[in-house]
Every structure is written in structure tokens, then in C-alpha cells.
């Protein structure tokens, strides 16, 4: 896994080495996701595609009433 959205304030326990990369805040409901990568990854051009990926499934989720979950991994 190189790179996982984090749900704001669930960060600490759960990323511990990973590098943020840019917040994304949810239209909806107003929640933030911290996009972070592996160190060695860190690529920005990614990070922006998944974002835009992030955005989706957050608004998916509202569509179909479900919660979001705390951690969400991203696709390459
Ligand atoms: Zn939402």
C-alpha cells in the first residue's frame, strides 16, 4: 500500500511514517481526508488524481447513506 486517505483526527494512530500530501474536504457533509503517501512515493501528480477519485467515492457514499469509513485506500 503506497498511498491511503485518512479521515482528519484519526491521523495520528494511523500513519505513522506517511508523508500528507493535501487535505480534501467532503462537499456533502464537510468531513477532511488527509491524502498520504509512502516516503518513497510522494508523487503530487498522483496525489491530485487521487483526490479527484476521493471526491467521487465520498459523494458514492452519500448516494447510498453509507458512513465514511476512517481510512480509505487510494489506487495508484
Ligand atoms: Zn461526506
Known amino acids: 500500500m503506497k498511498a491511503v486517505a485518512i479521515k482528519k483526527g484519526q491521523t495520528k494512530e494511523r500513519a505513522p511514517d506517511f508523508k500528507a500530501m493535501g487535505t480534501l474536504r467532503c462537499d456533502s457533509c464537510g468531513e477532511e481526508f488527509i491524502v498520504f503517501h509512502d516516503p518513497t512515493f510522494g508523487d503530487k501528480a498522483a ?30
Not at 491530485?48 to 465514511?68: C, D, G, I, S, Y
Open 47 to 76: 496525489a491530485e488524481r487521487q483526490a479527484h477519485w476521493l471526491e467521487k467515492v465520498l459523494a458514492e457514499e452519500h448516494e447510498r447513506e453509507r458512513k465514511h469509513p476512517d481510512r480509505i485506500q487510494l489506487p495508484d
